[in-house]
């Protein structure tokens, strides 16, 4: 039943559902887990893990079954370890530490979840906090691993005050209260930045375009090849909006920009039009460079003057890992031929505006926007399609991480998706204008270009590392102790054995 309810209120705090105040309570059950009686609490962890990820990533099943199932279980692997060493911790470290401890696994799960070619950011507790910037305000310091570290040490005292282990008397409450207090004191912080008046720094007007590729969810592909035309009245509308920088989704023109002369004369020809820079994704079938999935900033004058190409691939979509290994895989979903991944995580550049771009998912990564932030990223745009089949609950969970991206680096952040939803978010993470799912429409709005670097962008999610570091440590040094230990309820031993 814990396993059940933990999963269930997972699943309810991230979209479509959006209840993010259970995001503080979710992991209270799991929790409860690995501090009660019961036994093996890293299976029934397992077993919560699995069912949030398989009911979050529904949408995953449009593009392949089994890799929807895989997903699942390998991101349910790590809320099952989340629990299991929070047992192990528990029993070990002083009852002062035990709520800490139990948080610091849940972190560094979270933070080990998104490492590696298959890292995954779907479900991280800080995510679910993404319509409320009071919350949101502690990711300058300590990117999305320091909000998820706080949510869980909260639900960690309240299970831990709800076990009542003998002999704790009130001791138990005054964890609870300090853990209480410390989300006061973030929260507090993150309303006082909020009514403060903003620093001054240099505005652009920015708009961005959502061509509404839409298509009845029947029908499995999307015509990408008309869409620069159905650009075309949207953008000369930001353009007449004043719009100092027009933005279009990920390969909104498909691959026809360096191929399609005419293509580039029209762009050229409303950059001009408008005095506008436009930024805009496509592929690029060079000979030289392979298949790449970039984005193209042109100056006002139309002329192309930088490029981005996507660094972090999708696996399974946009490469295949170690293909040599899987040569048929290609029945399973997989790409036929592997895209070219980008050198480096660097903005592209005209004047003293540089645009940090992120393709897809690499916005999923705060360590992405990060680099391209250290680079000298004074503006962040997220280019995306999300117009894939039945993709509204991914579109909405994948837009849930924008603000996070803002709050973290503190740079303006426009996100361009084909079909929705696209918006405008300020440095604190609020969003300044948004176009629904599947609207043909523009916004255009004044944001701020920020120079300023925050603790995040300095120091990366320490949080994780720390968390990780400490708890690798605390298991090496007391991993050979007991089990029966700092007065936690034990389960009866089964018949035949002896602790």
């Known amino acids: 039943m814990l396993a059940l309810v933990g999963a269930g209120w997972l699943l309810l705090a991230f979209p479509p559902f959006d209840q993010g105040w259970l995001g503080w309570l979710a992991p209270v059950p799991l929790f409860l887990l690995a501090l009660g009686p019961w036994q093996r609490p890293g299976l029934w962890g397992l077993l919560a893990g699995f069912l949030f990820f398989l009911l979050h990533l529904t949408w995953m099943a449009r593009f392949s079954a089994p890799g929807w199932v895989a997903a699942a279980l390998i991101s349910g692997a790590w809320i099952g370890l989340a629990v299991g060493l929070g047992r192990r911790l528990a029993i070990t470290v002083p ?39 009071v919350a949101l305000q502690l990711l ?39 853990a209480g207090a410390a989300v006061a004191l973030s929260l507090g912080r993150g309303l006082w930045l909020l009514t403060t008046p903003l620093p001054p720094s240099p505005v652009l007007r920015v708009g961005v375009v959502q061509g509404s590729i839409s298509y009845p969810s029947d029908q499995p592909y999307v015509d990408v090849q008309s869409a620069p035309e159905g650009y075309y009245p949207l953008t000369r509308g930001a353009g007449s909006a004043r719009a100092q920088l027009i933005v279009w989704g990920e390969a909104a023109t498909w691959d026809d920009l360096l191929a399609s002369p005419t293509l580039q004369q029209e762009l050229a020809g409303m950059a001009q039009q408008y005095h506008a820079r436009i930024l805009t994704g496509s592929f690029d079938r060079s000979p030289t460079r392979g ?138 993470g609020r969003r300044v204008a948004e176009i629904p799912l599947f609207q043909q429409d523009f916004r255009v709005a004044t ?35 007991p089990r029966k230990l700092s007065g936690l309820p034990q389960a009866a031993s089964p018949p035949g054995k002896t602790d």
């Open 291 to 428: 298949l790449t999935n970039s984005a193209f900033l042109l100056d006002a004058r139309g002329r192309i003057v930088d490029r981005y190409d996507k660094v972090f691939l999708v696996p399974m979509g946009e490469y295949l890992p170690l293909r040599w290994l899987w040569p048929s895989a290609a029945i399973l979903g997989a790409p036929r031929r592997d895209m070219t991944p980008g050198r480096a995580f660097r903005p592209v550049r005209d004047g003293d505006l540089q645009v940090g771009v992120a393709i897809c998912f690499e916005s999923a990564f705060g360590r992405i926007t990060r680099e391209q932030v250290r680079n000298g990223a004074n503006l962040l745009a997220l280019l995306t399609s999300d117009s894939w089949r039945d993709r509204r609950n991914a579109a909405l969970q994948h837009e849930a991480m924008a603000p996070l991206r803002a709050v973290e680096t503190r740079r303006s952040v426009v996100r361009a998706a084909n079909a929705g939803i696209s918006d405008l978010i300020d440095p604190y």
């Open 95 to 133: 009852p002062g530490w035990r709520s800490l401890a139990l948080a610091a696994t849940w972190t560094a799960a979270e933070w080990g979840r998104s490492l590696g070619p298959l890292g995954f950011t779907w479900g991280d507790l800080a995510v679910s906090q993404h319509r409320c910037p």
């Open 447 to 481: 944001l701020p270009l920020r120079e300023d670097r925050t603790l995040y962008v300095r120091l990366g999610d320490w949080p994780g590392y720390l968390s990780a570091l400490t708890m690798a440590a605390w298991c090496l040094w007391r991993g050979r102790q």
């Open 140 to 178: 300058d310091l300590t990117g999305s691993c320091g909000l998820s570290f706080l949510m869980a040490w909260l639900a960690a005292s309240l299970a831990e005050a709800l076990v009542k282990p003998p002999g704790s008397g009130s001791r138990r409450l005054w964890r609870l209260a300090a």
